[in-house]
């Protein structure tokens, strides 16, 4: 199945890039200081959103409109007295077509599985508002990854595929990692 295909082969990635957020998260003293780490997740959601909408439609992904994107995060970043001016510089990967659009939404769909952790240590810094993005689905988060990635092991069922959508998913979360440590721009 290329969802485990693409989990196995995007260890590495996915583990610097965890490791990065870990450590801004770890930095977090304020709702200022979280609403400036969520400017990174905004922009980046909201670049990869852009790049993969030509190909992600109904018949692709019939909830896709229902699932968590930037502009929760914007709401985030608003309730905490922040604002989306300022933003880092973010790069999408290259999506070509639905499989790989998929294979980068992949990635920011696995994000939102881990926000129950990330809601939990921010709650250890005494942050408490603008969450509502990381608590994803609630209660129907893994109902939802699993209908996400039941439609990613459908559209990858050809395995000479595999390899560009693990290519694009390992870029996915390299260039997640990019927007961290770049410089805001005006």
Do not use: C
């Amino acid at each position: 199945m290329l969802s485990q295909n693409i989990k196995e082969n995007t260890t590495s990635a996915h583990q610097k890039l965890e490791g990065t957020v870990v450590r801004q998260l770890k930095a977090i003293r304020s709702n200022a200081d979280y609403a400036e780490v969520l400017k990174n997740f905004y922009i980046y959601f909201h670049t990869v959103e852009q790049a993969i909408a030509p190909f992600m439609t109904a018949e692709v992904l019939p909830d896709y409109t229902e699932r968590r994107n930037s502009s929760h995060i914007k709401q985030d970043i608003l309730s905490l007295g922040g604002s989306i001016d300022n933003l880092p510089e973010a790069v999408a990967p290259t999506v070509n077509n639905t499989l790989e659009a998929l294979s980068a939404l992949y990635v920011l769909e696995g994000s939102i599985m881990g926000g129950p952790y990330i809601v939990q240590m921010l709650n250890k810094y005494g942050i408490t508002e603008g969450t509502s993005f990381f608590s994803g689905y609630g209660a129907n988060t893994r109902e939802m990854w699993h209908a996400f990635t039941t439609v990613l092991n459908q559209h990858g069922e050809d395995s000479s595929t595999h390899a560009r959508a693990i290519d694009v998913a390992n870029e996915t979360f390299s260039r997640f990692g990019d927007v961290f440590s770049t410089e805001q721009v005006s």
